[in-house]
């Protein structure tokens, strides 16, 4: 344990808070192989756990942010859990992109030069924003990413809260700059860009100003969490909000309507594998044998129960879409969604002192366990990673199971 606490120190550099607002310069991100890429995610952890400790903070002083113990430790274990499936440590994405690159690129750029890493940053931030809006939009895909939005909270911790195999749903697009851009690039982008977005997760930054034209910020991120009707599938943007803008998919915060936060229907469970998994049943299964009030199929016929795995997650019969890119997507997003509830009633299961002291201290073990495990993963022999991956997904459970008072 003496060896986490001097890792949170050493990484708790200026250097490292920089990368986490993209504060960086072409030099000292531009690798010429992808092993040299360093791995930023587990440079920032330090600076994640202090930041959520500031705000935590600012919010009890200000009221502009909340926090639930029961809810922040779902969050971190989604963090924890999303690192497991990465292949080589790393992102899903990069043995296929790299597989693309050495072998179908148009032609060879200097990696060295300004321009490709302009190119590099702009290729991936619009891959980004089309990846984001087809695991929003395009059927079953928002299986990959539901576990994000599944927090009624709104704060940096929920930014922690990933769904663990998402990226499998984000691999077509990553993989469309690897016909120009060199694999280390795109690494080095694709954790820049994920970092940038940790910060914009509270309610504790207002507008700001300008910024808002060009920049994702935390009120426009706001609005993408948000439950509202004018909420739904707007504001897919990762570093620059000019996508939304340009593909129409963009919504300003309403100061009159301030955004609620979680899913359209809350899932009411902290069980980390079930909130990971059950909207692959939910769409995959459960929407297309849907009866209404009568008893009759809402989804009649084979057809129509195949259209509810493909078509937008909020489409029903009769409801129009329009295509985007390959899938299809709501003409109205907003249409048939509820209104905000008068009084908004988070799910908790109260603790009792033992209860909670138990669960804090079975988290604080499967967060050393994983402080130890993410830096030397690719060290480990098979028999060593799958216990250290099986000691972790059950400790994430058990405190599930308890939160949940099962």
């Not at 009568?294 to 029903?316: H, L, M, Q, S």
């Amino acid at each position: 344990m003496a060896s986490v606490f001097e890792k949170l120190q050493n990484e708790l550099t200026f250097k490292n808070l920089r990368t986490m607002f993209y504060i960086v310069t072409p030099n000292e991100t531009t690798y010429s192989r992808v092993e040299d890429v360093p791995d930023y995610f587990e440079k920032a952890r330090p600076w994640f756990l202090l930041l959520i400790f500031m705000e935590f903070i600012v919010g009890r002083l200000t009221d502009k942010s909340h926090y639930a113990l029961n809810d922040t430790i779902t969050s971190m274990n989604a963090g924890i859990l999303s690192l497991l499936p990465k292949i080589g440590g790393r992102t899903m994405s990069l043995t296929l992109y790299t597989y693309i690159y050495e072998n179908y690129r148009f032609f060879d750029v200097p990696i060295d030069s300004i321009w490709i890493w302009i190119f590099a940053f702009l290729a991936h931030d619009l891959a980004y924003y089309l990846a984001h809006r087809a695991i929003h939009e395009a059927g079953i895909f928002w299986s990959f990413h539901q576990m994000h939005h599944s927090s009624e909270y709104y704060n940096l911790s929920t930014a922690l809260r990933q769904g663990c195999i998402q990226e499998m749903g984000t691999i077509f697009f990553e993989s469309l700059q690897s016909f120009i851009t060199p694999p280390p690039l795109f690494l080095a982008h694709k954790y820049l860009n994920t970092l940038y977005q940790f910060w914009i997760h509270t309610e504790v930054i207002p507008k700001l100003g300008p910024l808002e034209y060009i920049l994702n910020t935390p009120s426009h991120h706001r609005v993408h969490h948000g439950r509202n009707p004018y909420c739904i599938d707007k504001n897919y943007a990762g570093v620059l909000i000019i996508w939304d803008k340009i593909f129409g998919t963009f919504e300003p915060e309403r100061d009159a309507e301030k955004p609620v936060y979680g899913l359209i229907t809350n899932v009411k469970s902290f069980d980390a594998l079930w909130l990971q998994f059950f909207e692959f049943k939910a769409i995959g299964w459960d929407k297309g044998w849907m009866k209404n009030k009568k008893g009759e199929d809402r989804f009649p016929g084979i057809w129509n129960k195949i259209k509810c795995v493909v078509a937008p997650p909020g489409w029903f019969r009769g409801l129009p879409t329009k295509q985007f890119f390959w899938w299809r997507c709501m003409e109205d997003p907003g249409k048939g969604i509820p209104k905000i509830e008068k009084t908004v009633v988070r799910y908790s299961q109260p603790l009792n002192l033992y209860e909670t002291l138990y669960c804090v201290a079975l988290f604080l073990t499967s967060f050393g366990c994983s402080t130890e495990f993410y830096p030397h993963r690719n060290e480990m022999s098979w028999q060593l990673f799958f216990a250290y991956s099986a000691y972790l997904v059950s400790h994430i459970q058990a405190v599930g199971y308890y939160l949940d008072k099962r």
